[in-house]
């Protein structure tokens, strides 16, 4: 099979360069993820994003997919992300999540070499090309937001929406239609202005090198309940495959940042 995998030795994130090319470590300059480090150096032309539809509520309906590496939800056309020292502008196309197991972090970028809970990547594509195959040409193709979560007792309500339909999409290629809501409320309250940015790759296959990474400092909380959702109700196979696989620990492993720069925003 050409799928890859995070677990098995044939398919794991080390295998991945046997079936695409592009993720082999001979070529991971500008690979992702990495480890960030609070005390690089402040870039005061890093202003806010300016994040458009984030704070309304979109028209039609939104998707929720299991597609067996993780939990996407694809957005529809209405938002987009500009600023920031970004080259362009970048449309919203889905939002997905990576985890840890029961009792193991799962983020995919550290800081300081300390492993979140979970990270939430919301995908962007640069609003001049047509298609993902396009933008995945260009070296500033994509342009991804990531979040790190982290756990505490209360629930979060916002994240609930979402969280509440896992178990619809608990098996490989089921899908979930879910009402809109302004994607505002899973975001941090405060220090949207804090950001570390780098250029990186896909932390996936293909693993292209065209995204536009921006990590923001302050996480997001959800509870401990709402983790294990994830950590518990989401299988890597299909509903009536013969051995059932949690989904788990879907992180790649750190990448070294070579001579590229990390910065982060000044304020
Ligand atoms: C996840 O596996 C998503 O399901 C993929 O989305 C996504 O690929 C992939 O992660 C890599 O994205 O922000 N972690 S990441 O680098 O967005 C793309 C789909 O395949 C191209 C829809
Ligand atoms: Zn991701």
Redesign the pocket.
């Known amino acids: 099979s050409d799928d890859y995998c995070y677990h098995e030795p044939h398919c794991d994130p080390y295998a991945w360069g046997n079936m695409f090319p592009s993720c082999h470590p001979i070529l991971e300059e500008h690979h992702?993820?990495i480890n960030l480090d609070q005390q690089m150096t402040r870039n005061s032309s890093l202003d806010s994003l300016h994040l458009e539809g984030f704070d309304v509520v979109q028209t039609g309906h939104w998707t929720l997919?299991n597609?067996g590496?993780?939990?996407?939800l694809?957005v529809g056309s209405g938002m987009s992300v500009s600023g920031g020292g970004l080259p362009d502008v970048y449309h919203t196309?889905?939002l997905?999540f990576?985890w840890g197991g029961p009792s193991a972090n799962g983020s995919?970028h550290t800081v300081d070499k300390r492993r979140y809970p979970m990270e939430m990547?919301i995908?962007n594509m640069k609003s001049i090309h047509p298609n993902?195959t396009v933008?995945?040409d260009d070296p500033t193709g994509?342009a991804?937001l990531?979040f790190f979560i982290d756990v505490v007792y209360a629930d979060n309500v916002h994240f609930g929406q979402l969280t509440q339909k896992l178990s619809s999409v608990a098996y490989r290629g089921q899908t979930a239609k879910l009402k809109p809501f302004p994607l505002m409320s899973l975001l941090p309250k405060h220090n949207m202005s804090q950001y570390y940015r780098y250029y990186?790759?896909?932390?996936?296959p293909p693993c292209?090198q065209v995204?536009v990474w921006t990590l923001y400092e302050v996480p997001v909380y959800i509870s401990w309940s709402q983790l294990a959702q994830f950590t518990s109700q989401i299988f890597s196979t299909e509903e009536n495959a013969e051995q059932v696989t949690p989904l788990q620990m879907?992180f790649?492993h750190i990448h070294a940042t070579f001579s590229r720069t990390v910065s982060a925003s000044s304020d």
Not at 69 to 72: A, C, D, L
Not at 200 to 204: D, F, I, Q
């Open positions: 992702s993820p997919k597609d590496h993780s939990v996407v694809q196309i889905q997905h990576h995919e990547h995908v993902l933008a995945l994509l991804v990531g990186g790759s896909l932390t996936t292209s995204v879907n790649r």
